[in-house]
């Protein structure tokens, strides 16, 4: 909601009710420019001046307009010819795309006030739709407020039968996963934590609903970014899944993350980084191994 100031009119802190106050309108041009003649009603938001006239009241802003998340089931959008050419150069597939319910939506970018199309990544839980995280094509993101925070794919994961689970930092890399044949692929919901963030217990609490996942998996395999912030996040998942159940994914060289893999070589290529996923390194253990020109 605007507020009192965006008009130029001046009300005292703590204020309630109805007060009196100079008006921005006529005020400055009065010989009695501090006879208090604009009348504002702080309950109902409006304002009256008794001398010149001036009405108005505060005007509610668009993004303040949103609901609280209450959708119990998802709301199926368009798939636009847009997006799915836009998922196609990434090398993801229509039929993932409708697989994992992805369809498009509007986000309100704060930067710009105003409400944009975007793509919508809904987060299905026990088969409904409890959040839904959104992108714009200049990869600005937002998720809706009130919604769950959990894994991406929750249901993909949750099953009994799923004894190792793939962890990205992102859904796309989830959903080039899931093309390459990897169902029991996943993701943060929040990204990774910032280089220098210091506060961030928060932005892992999407965990606590999967504890019953971790307890059950023999492998929990990380495939996030190849990157400092990528690095601080694999770290920080080890720190609380357990460091013996985890295991790391390297990327090829000029390879970031699980699309850039999709993209510059193939599905199979991607299959086998998960595949060969290596244990994390467990600080004080050692690995003994053979160079190949000591032919012993």
């Given at each position: ?221 990380l495939a996030v970014d190849n990157d ?69």
């Open positions: 909601m605007s507020t009192y100031a965006d008009y130029g009119i001046d009300v005292p802190a703590g204020s309630s009710g109805e007060i009196r106050t100079t008006c921005p309108e006529c005020s400055s041009d009065r010989k009695k420019h501090y006879d208090k003649c604009l009348a504002v009603n702080l309950d109902k938001g409006t304002w009256h001046c008794h001398h010149c006239g001036y009405s108005g009241g505060l005007e509610k802003r668009d993004h303040e307009e949103a609901p609280i998340f209450t959708e119990v089931n998802h709301v199926h959008c368009d798939l636009t010819d847009e997006m799915i050419k836009y998922f196609s150069k990434r090398g993801i597939s229509k039929e993932i795309l409708i697989a994992n319910g992805v369809c498009t939506g509007r986000m309100f970018d704060h930067s710009l006030k105003k409400w944009r199309q975007a793509i919508k990544f809904p987060y299905f839980k026990d088969g409904i739709c409890v959040n839904a995280k959104y992108k714009t094509p200049d990869k600005k993101f937002s998720q809706e407020k009130g919604g769950e925070s959990c894994l991406y794919r929750f249901d993909a994961i949750s099953g009994n039968e799923v004894p190792e689970i793939v962890i990205c930092e992102g859904e796309i890399d989830a959903l080039a996963c899931h093309e390459a044949g990897v169902i029991n692929a996943t993701s943060v919901p929040n990204g990774a934590p910032a280089p220098n963030a210091k506060n961030y217990e928060k932005e892992f609490s999407y965990l606590q609903s999967a504890e019953a996942i971790f307890d059950r998996c023999t492998r929990v395999i400092v912030p990528g690095k601080k996040l694999e770290a920080e998942l080890v720190r609380r899944i357990g460091v013996e159940k985890c295991y790391r994914v390297q990327w090829p060289i000029g390879c970031k993350d699980a699309n850039d893999v999709l993209v510059k070589y193939d599905k199979s290529k991607l299959n086998e980084c998960i595949n060969k996923a290596q244990p994390y390194p467990i600080n004080g253990i050692y690995f003994a191994f053979q160079h190949p020109s000591l032919n012993l």
